[in-house]
């Protein structure tokens, strides 16, 4: 009897410890997150909260810290991700990395007083700003002459242009203006009489232009671009507001 009762103890011991060891799952990192002491401050508290522990390491393992997967924070301009197999202790970690509590975690970790994570894994647009080349001079030369037909252009032609169409400073407060100069020759009323060369095909023969034709090449475009850049946006004022 006495036997049977070690027997039996034993069992059970055995059974809690296989149990112990399977609340466990390896974690591929690279040298960067191990080296700098950010696992060594994030894995415990993970494992103090859930009682899962996980072995980091370099060779794969049942999650990654790496390229794919989740976003889970930012260490200057690079995001982590995370990436796992299925299983309630992977899931547990992404989980708690995700909470209010697992953020504040890896929020806090600092070296020599500052903080190398952020959990604000948001992609930050950034703003590309087109270059305008063209020539300036020759910019102006074709806007007084293709354009100041109808757009007032400058002080030059200021009495010379017909007064319901929008001034070159009047358009250059849209915030497109840029792509609007660039294709004006696509955009109403412009096609019914502009030929720009190699570019647009010829007027039929039953819809002739009903003006003398605009006739422009994409290098004079790009050079009414570049002067139109130089025109200071109209001051329009504040807008007017009804008593």
Same mark, same amino acid.
């Given at each position: 009897?006495?036997?049977?009762?070690?027997?039996?103890?034993?069992?059970?011991?055995?059974?809690?410890? &296989?149990?112990?060891? %399977?609340?466990?799952?390896?974690?591929? &990192?690279?040298?960067?997150?191990?080296?700098?002491?950010?696992?060594?401050?994030?894995?415990?508290?993970?494992?103090?909260?859930? +009682?899962?522990?996980?072995?980091?390491?370099?060779?794969? +393992?049942?999650?990654?810290? +790496?390229?794919?997967?989740?976003?889970? #924070?930012?260490?200057?301009?690079?995001?982590?991700?995370?990436?796992?197999?299925?299983?309630?202790?992977?899931?547990?970690?992404? =989980?708690?990395?995700?909470?209010?509590?697992?953020?504040?975690?890896?929020?806090?970790?600092?070296? $020599?007083?500052?903080?190398? #994570?952020?959990? =604000?894994?948001?992609?930050?647009?950034?703003?590309?700003?087109?270059?305008?080349?063209? =020539?300036?001079?020759?910019?102006?030369?074709?806007?007084?002459?293709?354009?100041?037909?109808?757009?007032?252009?400058? %002080?030059?032609?200021?009495?010379?242009?017909?007064?319901?169409?929008?001034?070159?400073?009047?358009?250059?407060?849209?915030? =497109?203006?840029?792509?609007? #100069?660039?294709?004006?020759?696509?955009?109403?009323?412009?096609?019914?009489?502009?030929?720009?060369?190699?570019?647009?095909?010829?007027?039929?023969?039953?819809?002739?232009?009903?003006?003398?034709?605009?006739?422009?090449?994409? $290098?004079?475009?790009?050079?009414?671009?570049?002067?139109?850049?130089?025109?200071?946006?109209?001051?329009?004022?504040?807008?007017?507001?009804?008593?």
């Amino acid at each position: 009897m006495k036997m049977l009762r070690t027997i039996c103890a034993l069992l059970i011991l055995t059974a809690g410890t &296989a149990a112990a060891q %399977e609340r466990h799952f390896t974690l591929q &990192a690279p040298a960067a997150l191990i080296e700098n002491g950010f696992l060594r401050h994030l894995l415990p508290r993970f494992s103090l909260k859930t +009682g899962i522990r996980i072995t980091p390491g370099a060779d794969p +393992g049942n999650a990654a810290f +790496g390229d794919e997967g989740i976003p889970v #924070f930012r260490q200057g301009e690079r995001v982590w991700h995370l990436s796992r197999t299925d299983g309630p202790y992977t899931e547990a970690f992404q =989980d708690w990395l995700l909470s209010d509590i697992g953020k504040r975690t890896i929020e806090s970790f600092a070296t $020599d007083g500052t903080n190398l #994570f952020s959990t =604000d894994v948001a992609v930050r647009e950034v703003a590309v700003v087109a270059e305008i080349t063209g =020539d300036v001079a020759m910019g102006e030369e074709m806007s007084l002459k293709h354009c100041g037909r109808c757009h007032v252009v400058n %002080e030059t032609n200021r009495m010379n242009a017909i007064g319901s169409t929008p001034s070159f400073g009047l358009m250059r407060t849209f915030p =497109d203006w840029e792509g609007r #100069f660039l294709a004006f020759y696509a955009l109403n009323p412009h096609p019914a009489f502009t030929q720009v060369a190699e570019v647009t095909e010829p007027f039929p023969e039953n819809l002739p232009s009903p003006i003398a034709p605009l006739e422009v090449t994409l $290098d004079e475009i790009d050079a009414i671009a570049a002067y139109v850049a130089t025109i200071a946006p109209a001051d329009l004022g504040a807008p007017v507001r009804s008593q």
